[in-house]
């Protein structure tokens, strides 16, 4: 909220613990809409604004999340795709080449799929701080690209209106946290297969998820983003 994209709190009731939040009047986005030309610079805007606001308490790493949920669908002995551990070994390439420069941490939202963006009419308005923390701002945008299935011509669109170039470097880099997005998001929603009392077919969305990852980390690209990196 300080940064001017979040809802304000309104009170807090810390016993039970609840937040009472600012209703934002606007419309609830969608994918396509967040895909359409206009709303790339929109999506920067909100982005830079909220990494620009104040540090989080804590910290986002989808690599330590990754082993976090792994340890627990080993544990457990969920149901995880066919030869997912197989691809632990590539992400520890992707970390490997993104640690080499890293970028300075930023808050980030860290969750930006399309239901999490609200256009009040005048900007775009950032919701829902469950998975929020200071991480790279890379994963941030190629979270939202791989989120709302942005076209590799979308990608560069984003990082230019958010870096201000789109250097090879940069795209490269938002491309692996795409990978990375995928990879992660797998294990939750294994996890929420197994555990969730909630009518929805995690099974098929983690199934999407790992096609996506597949399709990435196999393409000709993955070696030339690693090395761009």
Known sequence: AQAGVGAQIVHYLPDIPVMVLEYIHGETMSSARLREPA????????????????????????????????????????????????????????????????????????????????????????????????????FELGNICNENDFAPEQVEQLCAAYFGQASDALVARMWLYYC???????????IQNSISTIEFDFWGWTLTKWRKALDKVEAPEFGHWLDAV
């Open 39 to 138: 709303q790339i610079a929109r999506i920067a805007a909100a982005t830079r604004a909220l990494h620009a606001g104040p540090a989080f308490a804590n910290t986002f790493d989808m690599f330590r999340t990754m082993d976090f949920y792994l340890a627990i669908v080993h544990e457990h002995g969920f149901r995880i795709p066919d030869g997912y551990d197989d691809y632990v070994s590539v992400a520890r390439r992707i970390e490997a080449a993104l640690q080499a420069r890293p970028l300075p941490l930023a808050p980030c939202n860290n969750d930006l799929l399309a239901e999490n963006f609200i256009d009040d009419g005048a900007r775009l308005r950032l919701v829902d701080y469950e998975y929020s923390g200071n991480n790279d701002p890379c």
């Open 180 to 190: 990375m997005s995928n990879i992660g998001w797998v294990l939750w929603g294994s």
